[in-house]
């Protein structure tokens, strides 16, 4: 069945430093969504990319969606110790069935 | 809009003990789906309602977890009997369907000793 995987597992970046997290997909995606969890809390909608090659930007946030609507990124520039959590991205299969998490990338900002 | 809702916040019992977690989903919203998450294995996807019915309930661990949805704003997870490896937290999402985004609620923290 469909599989999304997620890397790195952990991240740890001085507060200033850019991080990235890579989601790669088995299948084809309907779309791709991104969460954040703080730590104790529970994961928040950030973001949905729909199109093929979309690139989607929130403030520090990008989003990237591939081409081949496989695989997706997230690049935090200039990371803050507000950014910490763990990075979770999300695929919806073409079937219309429920999203499929990947593992989550926790990231550590260290001032 | 109240959000997902979930009770109790945190549990602690014993092993062998059954335990019921509740959730009320967002208003409007027809999928739910129950989720367990775990330093080890992470977020786990346990069971998905659609329309209040079960769609699919490949990821209950076994026969001692049981889940249920009796109408459209209310929903239990249910584990008995309760062991010591099912010490996890257990989140209740909803959304408008299958691969729409996902409302979390608090979790519920769930320890058995």
């Known amino acids: 069945g469909q599989q999304v995987m997620q890397i790195p597992q952990y991240q740890h970046v001085q507060e200033g430093e850019d991080f990235t997290t890579y989601c790669n997909s088995s299948?084809?995606?309907?779309?791709i969504q991104w969460y954040k969890q703080r730590p104790g809390g529970h994961p928040v909608f950030l973001i949905q990319?729909?199109?093929?090659?979309e690139v989607k930007k929130q403030k520090r946030l990008t989003f990237q969606f591939g081409e081949a609507k496989k695989n997706s990124s997230l690049h935090i520039t200039a990371t803050q110790t507000t950014d910490v959590g763990t990075y979770f991205c999300?695929?919806?299969?073409?079937?219309?069935?429920?999203?499929?998490f990947g593992k989550g990338t926790s990231l550590l900002v260290t001032p | 809009d109240a959000g997902v809702i979930q009770s109790p916040r945190h549990e602690v019992t014993e092993m062998g003990q059954e335990v019921t977690l509740r959730c009320k989903p967002i208003?409007?919203?027809?999928?739910l789906f129950w989720y367990r998450q775990t330093m080890m294995r992470g977020l786990e996807l346990l069971i998905y309602?659609?329309?209040?019915?079960?769609?699919?309930d490949s990821g209950m661990p076994e026969d001692r977890f049981s889940a249920k949805m009796p109408n459209a704003s209310f929903s239990t997870l249910k584990i008995q009997p309760s062991e010591p490896r099912d010490s996890a937290v257990y989140f209740c999402?909803?959304?408008?369907?299958?691969?729409?985004?996902?409302?979390f609620g608090p979790g519920t923290r769930l320890l058995v000793l």
């Open positions: 999402a909803s959304s408008r369907g299958g691969v729409e985004t996902q409302y």
């Open positions: 299948t084809t995606l309907s779309n």
């Open positions: 990319l729909v199109k093929s090659g």
């Open positions: 999300a695929g919806g299969g073409n079937s219309g069935y429920a999203l499929n």
């Open positions: 208003s409007g919203h027809n999928s």
């Open positions: 309602f659609n329309n209040n019915v079960p769609i699919d």
